[in-house]
């Protein structure tokens, strides 16, 4: 069985309800858009936290004061890993074995090769080569049978003798690298980054 309301009282139920949605509506509505401001901020401070937290800034890594197998312990373990991925940050040492030779021409300009007999953690000795662009590095040879430390972004050669090779041995160029750089016979090439 059906309640019949009168017609009166269920227009005045209806004003009544319209009436009290309609005043709570506008403050709900602000409210609203506030929470989705707030939101949207709080979303924009957390990216900004992410990106700032994963890819930090640019770092001067020091010399090692000596060229030790544990210089070339990263390296090392990239080796053995057999990853073909080129990796930032990673440093070595050792000797050249013949005097640098430039590579001339390319997409990237002249080159000097700096061919290294490096030996690795556990006594291994494996030819690494250093590469230097002289547009951004400056001119940086070296004869042969001197010390040479570099650091900067690994990369490994599919053919030829060496086993990896070291390239952007200058001031970073890209997100999540530090500041490279490469050292002959003592002489640090740069000699300091600004970044």
Same mark, same amino acid.
């Given at each position: 069985?059906?309640?019949?309301?009168?017609?009166? @009282?269920?227009?005045?139920?209806?004003?009544?309800?319209? @009436?009290?949605?309609?005043?709570?509506?506008?403050?709900?509505?602000?409210?609203?858009?506030?929470?989705?401001?707030?939101?949207?901020?709080?979303?924009?401070?957390? #990216?900004?936290?992410?990106?700032?937290? @994963?890819?930090?800034?640019?770092?001067?890594?020091?010399?090692?004061?000596?060229?030790?197998?544990?210089?070339?312990?990263?390296?090392?373990?990239?080796?053995?890993?057999?990853?073909?991925?080129?990796?930032?940050?990673?440093?070595?040492?050792?000797?050249?074995?013949?005097?640098?030779?430039?590579?001339?021409?390319?997409?990237?300009?002249?080159?000097?090769?700096?061919? #290294?007999?490096?030996?690795?953690?556990?006594?291994?000795?494996?030819?690494?080569?250093?590469?230097?662009?002289?547009?951004?590095?400056?001119?940086?040879? @070296?004869?042969?049978?001197?010390?040479?430390?570099?650091?900067?972004?690994?990369?490994?050669?599919?053919?030829?003798?060496?086993?990896?090779?070291?390239?952007?041995?200058?001031?970073?160029?890209?997100?999540?690298?530090?500041?490279?750089?490469?050292?002959?016979?003592?002489?640090?090439?740069?000699?300091?980054?600004?970044?």
């Amino acid at each position: 069985m059906k309640r019949l309301i009168p017609s009166a @009282a269920r227009e005045k139920t209806r004003t009544t309800v319209f @009436a009290i949605a309609s005043k709570s509506r506008p403050v709900n509505l602000q409210h609203a858009i506030f929470l989705s401001r707030m939101r949207y901020a709080s979303g924009c401070l957390v #990216l900004l936290s992410l990106l700032t937290t @994963a890819a930090p800034a640019q770092q001067n890594i020091a010399v090692p004061s000596a060229c030790t197998q544990s210089v070339n312990s990263k390296l090392g373990g990239l080796l053995s890993s057999q990853t073909t991925q080129d990796t930032d940050n990673v440093m070595v040492c050792g000797v050249t074995v013949s005097a640098s030779r430039t590579q001339r021409g390319g997409r990237h300009g002249d080159h000097e090769i700096l061919p #290294l007999r490096v030996t690795m953690p556990g006594g291994n000795v494996q030819l690494v080569e250093v590469v230097i662009n002289d547009d951004l590095d400056g001119r940086v040879t @070296a004869p042969a049978n001197v010390q040479v430390y570099a650091y900067g972004q690994a990369f490994f050669p599919t053919r030829g003798r060496f086993v990896a090779g070291i390239h952007d041995v200058h001031c970073s160029t890209h997100r999540g690298a530090d500041n490279g750089w490469v050292v002959v016979n003592g002489v640090k090439h740069p000699s300091t980054c600004n970044r």
